[in-house]
């Protein structure tokens, strides 16, 4: 039997979750990044990178995480990833809700990814459309297949 991980959590890791920008794709009911409270950044790419290296001490066991908003609509996040990689996290995760999948695989080398993380809100077409938006259940797993 084999076995998938989502994300490479354990008990002797430490998880960071960046958030990039707050830009998103959809407007999902549920979410809490808002531009009232959160407004409407776009961390520019050296502001990633000195971040990065700030959390970078004693990375060998850190996993990455990067959000948004939708982390895929950032225009520098193949080069967040590129640099991530070379400091040596233990697992970079791009947590995406599947809409450009298909851009962003196009945009790094298949060794800077460990995970993609999808969002979806329902084992089901119906519940999960409900919240995030018709047609979204279908467009997250249109990338699942390239995973493997």
């Known amino acids: 039997m084999i076995r998938t991980k989502t994300v490479a959590f354990s008990k002797n890791s430490s998880n960071i979750f960046f958030h990039i920008l707050t830009k998103c794709n959809l ?13 409407k950044n776009t961390l520019p790419l050296s502001v990633i990178t000195a971040w990065l ?4 001490l004693n990375n060998n066991s850190k996993n990455l995480i990067f959000l948004g908003g939708e982390p895929t609509l950032h225009p520098d996040l193949p080069a967040a990833v590129e640099y991530a990689r070379n400091l040596g996290f233990g697992s970079i995760t791009i947590d995406t809700n599947g ?7 196009s945009k790094v080398e298949p060794g800077e990814v460990d995970y993609f993380s999808f969002s979806l809100d329902g084992a089901t077409r119906a ?3 409900r919240i995030r938006g018709a047609g979204s259940f279908d467009t997250c797993l249109e990338g699942y297949p390239q995973c493997h």
């Open 27 to 39: 407007k999902c009911r549920h979410c809490y990044i808002n531009p009232g409270q959160h407004g």
């Open 53 to 56: 290296e700030a959390f970078a």
């Open 99 to 105: 809409y450009l999948f298909h851009d962003i695989l």
């Open 127 to 129: 519940t999960n459309d």
